[in-house]
C-alpha cells in the first residue's frame, strides 16, 4: 500500500512507537503504521486544510481514528507534551524547510522526549545534516533508494550524547552512504556531475574567463569524481 519511499521511512519506526508525521499529507504512513499495529498512536499534521481533511478521510477510512489523529498547524506546533510523541517523521519536502521546522519545534520544546528523526528530504541533504549534528545529534543511518526515476535520501537521527564530528565530505555525501557507494548513490552523483557540467558550459559561453563561481562548480566535480573512485 506504501510507496518504496515510504516504506523504507516505515522500517525504522520501531515498535510501539508514538508518531508524529509532519507535512503527512494524505497520512498514509501512519495510518499504515498504526494498522499494522507498529505504533501505538500517531499524528498527522498539516498546515493546509486541504490535505490536512484528506488526512481527516484517510484516518476514517483506514478504521485507525483510536489511535490515529488529524492535526492542523505548522510543523510541530501540533504536538502536545501529553501526546508523549518519541518518533517524528518529516517526508517529501525540501531539506531547508525540514531543518526550518525542526527549528522552530526546537525553540518551542516539541523536541523533547523525540528519541528518533526520520527524515526525508527531497533536495538539501547537506544542510540538514549540518542542522543535526549542530543540534547535538547522531546520525544512525542513512539510506538512498530509486522510485520511478528519482532519487530519495532517508535520515535517521538521534540525540547524541556528545557532538558528533563531521567532516565536509560527510554534511555532503553522508556518512552512511559513503561507506556503501551502491548503484543509487553513484546514479545520483554521476547525475549531479552531468548537471555541474552543463552549467559550466553555459557559463563558459558567456565569458572566457574563469571566474570563482565556475571554479566552485569545478571543484565540486573533482570532490565527486574522487569520492566516485572507490
Ligand atoms: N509526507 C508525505 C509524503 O512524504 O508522501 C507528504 C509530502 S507532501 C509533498 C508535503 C506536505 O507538507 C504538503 O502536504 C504540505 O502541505 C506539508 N507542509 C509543508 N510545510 C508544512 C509545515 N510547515 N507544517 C506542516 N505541514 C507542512
Redesign the pocket.
Known amino acids: 500500500q506504501l510507496?518504496v519511499?515510504?516504506e523504507t521511512?516505515a522500517g525504522f519506526v520501531p515498535e510501539n512507537a508514538r508518531l508524529a508525521?509532519?507535512?503527512?499529507?494524505?497520512a498514509?504512513?501512519p495510518c499504515v503504521l498504526a494498522a499494522r499495529e507498529v505504533v501505538s498512536f500517531a499524528l498527522a499534521?498539516?498546515?493546509?486544510k486541504g490535505?490536512f481533511e484528506s488526512a481527516a478521510e484517510q484516518i476514517r477510512t483506514s478504521g485507525v481514528g483510536d489511535r490515529v489523529s488529524a492535526r492542523l498547524?505548522?510543523?510541530m506546533?501540533?504536538i502536545e507534551p501529553t501526546d508523549h510523541i518519541d518518533v517524528v517523521?518529516?517526508?517529501?519536502?525540501g531539506g531547508d524547510?525540514i531543518s526550518?521546522?525542526l527549528e522552530k519545534g526546537r525553540l518551542k520544546d516539541k523536541l523533547v522526549g523525540v528519541e528518533r528523526l526520520i527524515l526525508?528530504p527531497?533536495n538539501g541533504e547537506k544542510k540538514l545534516r549540518e542542522w543535526l549534528i549542530a543540534h547535538q545529534y547522531k546520525i544512525i543511518d542513512e539510506t538512498i533508494l530509486e522510485e520511478n526515476g528519482k532519487i530519495y535520501e532517508i535520515i535517521v537521527a538521534e540525540n547524541a550524547e556528545t557532538p558528533e564530528n563531521y567532516s565536509d565530505l560527510e554534511y555532503t555525501f553522508g556518512r552512511f552512504l559513503l561507506q556503501n557507494k551502491n548503484e543509487t548513490f553513484r546514479k545520483k552523483w554521476l547525475s549531479e556531475i552531468d548537471k555541474c557540467q552543463y552549467i559550466l558550459d553555459s557559463m563558459q559561453k558567456a565569458s572566457n574567463d574563469l571566474n570563482d563561481k565556475e571554479q566552485q562548480v569545478i571543484n565540486k566535480v573533482n570532490e565527486i569524481k574522487e569520492v566516485l573512485k572507490s
Open positions: 510507496s519511499r515510504l521511512v508525521d509532519i507535512g503527512s499529507d494524505h498514509y504512513l499534521g498539516e498546515v493546509v490535505p498547524g505548522d510543523g506546533d501540533v517523521t518529516i517526508c517529501g519536502m524547510l526550518k521546522i526525508q527531497n
